[in-house]
């Protein structure tokens, strides 16, 4: 089964991948469609990661901008087109953008796909544009979203809040909250200095925080007890904020921007109380910096009404800041201060709604998919042009598959019969894929990606593999199991293109051993003879750059993350015909010196 998760936005994709992980648990095949644009930094950058596509999108500067929304708005067209050549059993979109849904509706009704869609923002209710909501390019911008999602088979909102705020069917409408990652339960101790109350801000500084009421409420607790305000964060409304506060002698601790969740962690615990505080008309009925107080079993000092409102209430894991009585809301928070039963709510809270496995369950009610058995074996092969042989190395392949293995073919644009070829297989095991028509080690990456088995074998178009050789090579990982083999390597018999065996081996034609430092002076890894676990993905991917071929980088990763074995055994007939895509012989010492300096420098780089 397949599985894409569509997002615009970096700030959403903690969230995607996490139900990325619950699909890819129960064996599915999920594709994330994301963009290059880093909201948080403003700026686009390349990434490169398995079952990714990156799109582009054009990058903009301010969060309420016509450049914002038309960078949007060309995402979704992009988006749009690239659905439209995949194939998928369930899409999942994130929204905002609105403009996504249109394009979701459409393509998950064009592949008769599922289509769950998930309203994590609201736009453009949550912006302050009260005064423009009659205006025509508003309602066209809520009725991007409004029109479409009602064809959605499921929908989930990040919040309760939004079920009051949206016309959405609710037979099919559940909440979904974020969570966190922080397992690890804080101690609850009683700070030594008790004469100052510590009060955390944590996030954004924008347009959307309440400033004056914020130090309103500080310059209050500030007349009958000392009060420091830690900030975390920044924003475009970072001067002002700090002025405002200044101006009532609130003594302010500025951190700036804290990526590290120890360091944030830390100045969250030293803390008291985490200011949830925004202006009255913001429609959102959970924040992001609530989960990270309510982890740390920081107590909130609330206006968000809805969930969050209700949730305080319920579990007495923070004080309702009434808008209207600040000063009763200033006593409640001086009496609350060192109240560490107040704490311990507030991190049962979070360990109640907004953790991994809390998230999961909810996904497991609602979105309950069939588990789809994992390929144990994977191969992946490389195609191009390859009509004269390639059906015969399938043959081969399939003979010694599993009903629930499977064959990765990224096939590069051919000129030949090779895809009418595979495709008159007709064998649910082969799955095809268009290559990206960038050379031989880019086409066995595009493969590599795209294979979920624990066991990945590589392949020629052109060998033909002789009996056994998958169970040999599967027994000789379960033989080293204790002793962290990545890498199972066989030998092969060299023949030529009508297979006459040339009496020779490739493990005796170069010399073939372990070892990094070895396999760098003189390469003697060769692709078509090798496999490798699942868990060397994360470090061969990316190809860099820099390598003269895919096989050398993966069996020098093998060496350096854990160990490669060899099988003194010919287990494939390793076909020269004079037009295979690598050569037996050596190239010349300037160039065999620039490709290890290129190897060396991989290797070193990598972490």
Avoid at 545 to 563: C, F, N, S, T, V
């Amino acid at each position: 089964m397949k599985a894409v998760i569509l997002t615009h936005s970096s700030t959403y994709e903690s969230r995607a991948e996490a139900v990325g992980r619950y699909l890819e648990d129960s064996g599915w095949n999920v594709t994330y469609i994301e963009s290059d644009f880093d909201h948080r930094t403003k700026t686009n950058i390349r990434r490169t990661a398995r079952n990714h596509v990156y799109l582009h999108m054009a990058p903009y500067r301010r969060n309420i901008s016509p450049g914002r929304l038309k960078s949007i708005r060309d995402f979704s067209r992009l988006a749009e087109k690239t659905l439209d050549t995949m194939e998928f059993d369930l899409l999942y979109v994130c929204i905002p953008a609105n403009s996504l849904m249109k394009a979701a509706a459409v393509q998950a009704a064009k592949h008769q796909a599922k289509l769950v869609v998930d309203l994590i923002d609201l736009w453009p209710e949550s912006l302050p544009l009260s005064f423009a909501e009659k205006l025509p390019a508003i309602q066209t911008w809520r009725r991007e979203r409004d029109d479409y999602i009602g064809s959605a088979d499921l929908i989930f909102t990040e919040c309760g809040l939004y079920q009051e705020l949206v016309d959405l069917p609710m037979d099919k409408t559940h909440t979904l909250y974020w969570f966190r990652g922080w397992t690890e339960r804080p101690v609850f101790l009683p700070h030594a200095d008790e004469g100052i109350i510590r009060i955390a801000y944590l996030g954004s500084i924008n347009h959307i925080i309440d400033i004056k009421l914020i130090a309103d409420l500080l310059a209050k607790i500030r007349e009958k007890k000392r009060v420091q305000l830690h900030v975390i964060g920044d924003g475009e409304s970072r001067d002002l904020f700090l002025d405002e506060v200044r101006k009532k002698e609130i003594d302010v601790v500025w951190h700036s921007t804290v990526y590290d969740d120890v360091k944030k962690r830390k100045i969250l615990g030293d803390c008291d109380f985490g200011l949830n505080v925004m202006v009255e008309s913001v429609r959102v009925g959970l924040t992001m910096k609530s989960l990270d107080y309510l982890a740390e079993g920081l107590p909130l000092i609330n206006t968000i009404r809805g969930d969050t409102e209700k949730l305080i209430r319920d579990a007495d894991a923070g004080i309702l800041l009434d808008r209207d009585n600040v000063e009763a809301a200033a006593d409640a928070v001086i009496a609350a201060a060192g109240n560490m039963d107040m704490h311990r709510n507030a991190r049962d809270l979070y360990e109640k709604y907004f953790t991994e496995e809390s998230f999961r369950e909810t996904l497991a009610k609602f979105l309950p998919v069939e588990s789809v058995p994992r390929p144990q074996v994977s191969v992946a092969m490389a195609a191009w042009n390859g009509e004269k042989y390639i059906g015969e190395q399938i043959d081969s392949i399939l003979s010694q598959l599993t009903d629930t293995d499977e064959l990765v073919i990224s096939l590069d644009p051919s000129t030949d019969g090779t895809e009418a070829i595979i495709r008159r297989y007709e064998d649910p095991r082969i799955r095809l894929l268009d290559g990206p028509g960038n050379g031989v080690i880019a086409n066995f990456e595009n493969a590599i990606r795209n294979c979920r088995g624990e066991y990945i074998f590589l392949a020629d178009q052109d060998d033909v593999w002789l009996p056994g050789k998958v169970e040999r090579v599967k027994e000789a990982f379960r033989n080293r199991e204790g002793e962290r083999t990545l890498a199972v390597m066989h030998d092969a018999k060299i023949v030529d293109a009508s297979l006459a065996d040339s009496g020779q081996t490739f493990f005796a034609f170069r010399g073939c051993r372990t070892g990094m430092k070895e396999n760098i002076l003189k390469n003697t890894y060769i692709g078509c003879c090798m496999a490798f676990r699942r868990a060397l993905l994360p470090h061969i991917l990316p190809f860099p750059k820099e390598i003269p071929m895919h096989d050398q980088w993966i069996g020098l990763m093998a060496e350096k993350y854990g160990r490669t074995e060899l099988i003194r055994e010919p287990l494939l007939l390793y076909r020269r015909h004079g037009e295979n895509a690598t050569d037996t012989k050596h190239a010349g010492a300037a160039q065999m010196i620039r490709w290890r300096a290129g190897i060396l420098a991989a290797v070193l780089k990598k972490r």
